[in-house]
């Protein structure tokens, strides 16, 4: 079977963010990248895939030269080859997608994973936007999958509430959630053999964006907040509180 | 020509969603401001039909359905294909949905069938000489972009639980059907059972009240504690990643960067420290209250009344005290 598995570099979940000269994105001194948390469940499903049914796990990126490192990593995880497609520029999720398309479509991939969103932008598009731009199913929010030898599919979504499940066949295209698996740390032996698998490099097409960041803002600063005690006796002040103050409840 | 503006009005099992009378107010709030025609969009099976005057209330004078017993049930590929085939025959030019689990799904596939630039999850939106400026969270609410959509057309979505749905007027709206030639082809992917996590349990993104657990809470089974105070405040349960990691509490209760994010009107952190990945996800909550013993926690840097104490004295003391308040004997 032929895998692929689209993954990011973004900053931790530690990262205090600053914004940077420009106005409209953040200053990057100082920030620890990291693969994109939710792209590890993406990676780990994509291993296990390759595990059940045999083939090749591809795994393709889109950034600076420095998104080797988390093609890398992927490839210590246990994927097969990398694709890193170049681009310095600042591009909306639009953008991205038609360029990851691009590729996508050449390489003809049975299931191709991506994290269910980016852990910077936030915005949960990439793998609705890229499957459709290829043609092809999707679904997103999975956090389970169990795919059967005749390529028909079951995947169960999480939802309001609850979750759903939804039937599909390959080709398709996976947004991971946490709880789909547990991704596995890189071996020794593997984070090794990472350094002599292929990591293609190539620029990324170009497509226009089609949204322009204004400005990007901190949120504005909370007033400081009170402590009304220290210990139970201050339970009914915090009621009244809630009740005649705040009124929230 | 005139504008025009769609908002997808979503329902599941017969019922809208609250998020979607937020979507239809705001939609029509726009319209007004940019001198738009506006319309809302139904799609299900009977139910949609039937549903569909009730958003004359919040502000639609005109609802689109498209009615088919196979949409009775959830397929993104036919629920996109729909959308953008009324976007097509009705020419429109801004839609408008919420940013659920569906809504999230749906918008980047219709903006790639319609080649609309998209501005998703927003926390506000404003006219600014004719053009919608969005605002939106992005590192989990660290910090916020304001941004313009060049594309003729536009697809914003709107977290639920920000925009004001208001009350209905009680006014039914026209309703007209559409027809969409549906083939199986369109029903690739297709949502054919709901399995619900615990019997009528409320979502923490849809709640208006959280009532979160952390370590502080020592071990699983004292979330006893959480479940009993966000039951008797009508609220949802919500936990910090350490905890979710521990394997305490299921992750679709983790509130944070990796989790959901929530901003509900009233959010309760108890025995949470206040990691940063913790207050992305929560700081847009509009009153805050922390119980925490260590009284230099960074959780109370955002709470609006916070008890610095021990929580198993404090969290009972409080059960008792609000069952007394709200007369739930």
Request: proline share 4%.
């Amino acid at each position: 079977m032929k895998i692929a598995v689209c993954v990011n570099r973004v900053p931790d979940t530690e990262t205090r963010v600053k914004i940077g000269p420009d106005g409209k994105t953040i200053d990057k001194s100082g920030v620890n990248f990291i693969l994109n948390p939710y792209d590890e469940f993406a990676v780990e499903e994509a291993l296990k895939t390759k595990e059940k049914f045999g083939g090749e796990v591809v795994v393709i990126s889109l950034g600076g030269s420095e998104n080797v490192e988390v093609i890398r990593k992927a490839l210590a995880m246990g994927a097969d080859r990398g694709i890193l497609l170049k681009d310095d520029s600042q591009r909306d999720t639009f953008s991205i997608a038609k360029a990851l398309a691009e590729v996508l479509k050449e390489l003809s991939p049975d299931i191709i994973f991506f994290g269910k969103q980016s852990i910077d932008y936030d915005d949960q598009a990439m793998p609705s936007l890229v499957a459709e731009l290829l043609g092809l199913p999707s679904i997103t929010v999975v956090v389970k999958l169990e795919i059967n030898s005749d390529g028909t599919l079951i995947a169960e979504r999480e939802i309001e509430g609850g979750r759903e499940k939804v039937r599909g066949k390959l080709p398709i295209v996976i947004g991971a959630q946490r709880g789909l698996n547990e991704p596995r740390y890189p071996s020794l032996k593997g984070i090794m053999a990472a350094k002599n698998k292929p990591v293609e490099e190539r620029e990324a097409p170009k497509f226009d964006n089609k949204t322009e960041v204004i400005e990007m803002l901190l949120p504005p600063p909370k007033k400081p907040g009170r402590i009304i005690g220290t210990d139970a006796s201050a339970v009914s002040e915090l009621v009244r509180l809630l009740r005649e103050e705040a009124k929230v409840i | 020509m005139a504008k025009r503006v769609l908002t997808f009005a979503e329902q599941r099992e017969g019922k809208f969603k609250k998020s979607a009378f937020e979507a239809v107010r705001t939609g029509r709030k726009i319209s007004d401001e940019i001198s738009a025609e506006f319309l809302a969009l139904v799609i299900g099976d009977e139910n949609a039909t039937k549903l569909a005057p009730e958003l004359g209330g919040y502000g639609a004078e005109k609802v689109i359905v498209v009615q088919d017993d196979r949409l009775g049930s959830y397929s993104l590929t036919a629920y996109s294909k729909v959308i953008s085939e009324v976007v097509n025959k009705y020419d429109v030019d801004y839609i408008f949905m919420s940013a659920t689990a569906m809504g999230k799904e749906l918008a980047p596939r219709v903006a790639g069938k319609i080649d609309a630039g998209f501005a998703l999850d927003c926390t506000d939106l404003k006219v600014e000489d004719g053009e919608i400026i969005a605002t939106r969270p992005v590192y989990a609410g660290k910090a916020f972009i304001k941004v313009k959509i060049n594309s003729e057309r536009k697809i914003y979505t709107l977290r639920p639980n920000v925009f004001t749905a208001g009350e209905s007027d009680g006014k039914p709206a026209e309703v007209e059907r559409f027809e969409v030639n549906l083939t199986d082809d369109d029903f690739s992917v297709v949502a054919f059972e709901t399995v619900a996590s615990t019997k009528g349990k409320l979502d923490v993104t849809e709640a208006d009240i959280v009532v979160s657990g952390g370590r502080g809470l020592k071990a699983p089974e004292n979330f006893k504690m959480i479940e009993e105070l966000a039951e008797i405040l009508g609220g949802a349960v919500g936990a910090s990643r350490a905890v979710v990691d521990a394997g305490w509490r299921p992750h679709d209760e983790q509130v944070g960067q990796t989790g959901k994010t929530v901003s509900p009107k009233l959010y309760i952190a108890i025995g949470i420290s206040g990691a940063i990945q913790h207050l992305a996800g929560m700081s847009s909550s509009k009153v805050i209250v922390a119980i925490n013993k260590d009284k230099d926690a960074p959780i109370f840097q955002v709470a609006d009344y916070g008890i610095a104490g021990d929580l198993f004295e404090v969290v009972p003391a409080l059960i008792e005290e609000l069952k007394k308040v709200l007369g739930k004997q």
